[in-house]
């Protein structure tokens, strides 16, 4: 699998983003795609998934209520609205991708997008 990201930039505070992530290779392998992020000095974190079969999502409690991941499976690509941005939000943003183990009980992480820089200014 193969991850592709585009979007991101710079914005000031309030404003929206919109990222974009799209998968390429062993597709059908995919079970959940997500969107983590990396702000300087501190560890990755999830900022939101979105499962295939179901289209399930759930969001870091930070973003919740600004920030909408959606998919288009007919594109492979899955994209993270971003509104009423904040300076906290300020990172590089992952895109990745999941499988699921049989019976889909675990997922485990088959790929990672290149990452975005998304810089929030006051």
């Known amino acids: 699998v193969h991850l592709v990201q585009s979007g991101g930039g710079l914005v000031q505070a309030g404003g929206s983003l919109r990222l974009s992530c799209a998968a390429s290779?062993?597709?059908?392998?995919?079970?959940?795609m997500g969107w983590y992020r990396q702000p300087p000095g501190v560890p990755r974190e999830l900022v939101a998934q979105i499962t295939n079969g179901g289209g399930f999502t759930d969001y870091g409690d930070p973003v919740k209520g600004r920030f909408t991941i959606s998919r288009d499976n007919a594109k492979n690509t899955i994209y993270l609205q971003m509104n009423s941005l904040k300076p906290e939000d300020t990172a590089v943003y992952f895109c990745?991708?999941?499988?699921?183990?049989?019976?889909?009980?675990?997922?485990?992480?088959?790929?990672w997008g290149q990452g975005t820089q998304v810089t929030v200014s006051s």
């Open positions: 990745n991708a999941d499988a699921a183990t049989s019976g889909g009980r675990f997922y485990y992480t088959v790929a």
């Open positions: 290779g062993s597709t059908s392998s995919i079970s959940r």
